[in-house]
């Protein structure tokens, strides 16, 4: 990132945290400081996955976060070297608890019947992927390629990715940001996450933020049924 993009010096990634991966401060920061700015080059663009997905055949009735996993499975297994592989290493080793990963069982247990269902039906389409492209992935490297590492990086696409400008997007480091609700603030997520005339994102902080500190921000005012579905809390 810091070489393609960049950083406030006095912002670091730290991982290991029971949340995953988090922003911190090394000082203060204020209200609406620039902390990231990301070129399009380096964000994972459901147009731009489309396009290195090709050889796999139609991708007609995928959502765009069905095709985002897609291209974080391909970057990961199918491309020797790849651009994105330190921000690959920062992904979770194992599959984070959206709703879709939940057992039968588990889902018995969920009261709202609309919920389960939707849980049902997310895995549901994740199986059917696999089966639609499991030939032409294996293929392509059978040591890495599963069903598995499907739903790891499903899940992964449905937590980081971010909605901007009516298009569907993954930015890395960006996506480290945890959520917290900010009470006072009345703003909304594209407030605080700006796209240029390149397509460049430059990401701000929604709140002041002191030093040693974790960065938070705030996804959404989602009903928490939401947030366990989309991303696992």
């Not at 701000?204 to 947030?227: K, P």
Request: charged share 20%.
């Amino acid at each position: 990132l810091r070489e393609h993009a960049w950083m406030h010096p006095d912002v670091i990634l730290m991982s290991n945290l029971p949340e995953g991966n988090g922003l911190f401060t090394k000082t203060p920061l204020k209200h609406n400081t620039t902390i990231l700015r990301v070129p399009i080059s380096l964000q994972l663009t459901v147009e731009s996955s489309k396009e290195l997905l090709g050889s796999l055949g139609s991708l007609e009735n995928l959502s765009d976060v069905e095709i985002l996993s897609l291209r974080l499975l391909w970057e990961d297994c199918a491309v020797e070297n790849s651009l994105y592989r330190p921000y690959l290493n920062t992904l979770p080793s194992e599959t984070p608890p959206l709703l879709f990963t939940f057992s039968n069982e588990e889902l018995d247990l969920v009261d709202d019947v609309t919920l389960k269902q939707f849980g049902q039906q997310m895995r549901s389409r994740v199986h059917d992927i696999w089966n639609r492209f499991e030939e032409r992935l294996m293929a392509l490297n059978s040591t890495c390629m599963s069903l598995t590492t499907l739903e790891r990086l499903f899940a992964v696409a449905s937590s980081h990715s971010m909605h901007i400008d009516g298009t569907t997007r993954i930015v890395p480091m960006a996506d480290a940001i945890n959520h917290k609700v900010n009470p006072p603030n009345d703003h909304v997520f594209s407030d605080y996450h700006i796209l240029d005339e390149d397509d460049t994102i430059h990401v701000q902080t929604d709140r002041v933020i002191g030093s040693n500190e974790q960065i938070y921000e705030e996804y959404d005012r989602m009903d928490n049924s939401l947030h366990l579905a989309f991303f696992g809390f």
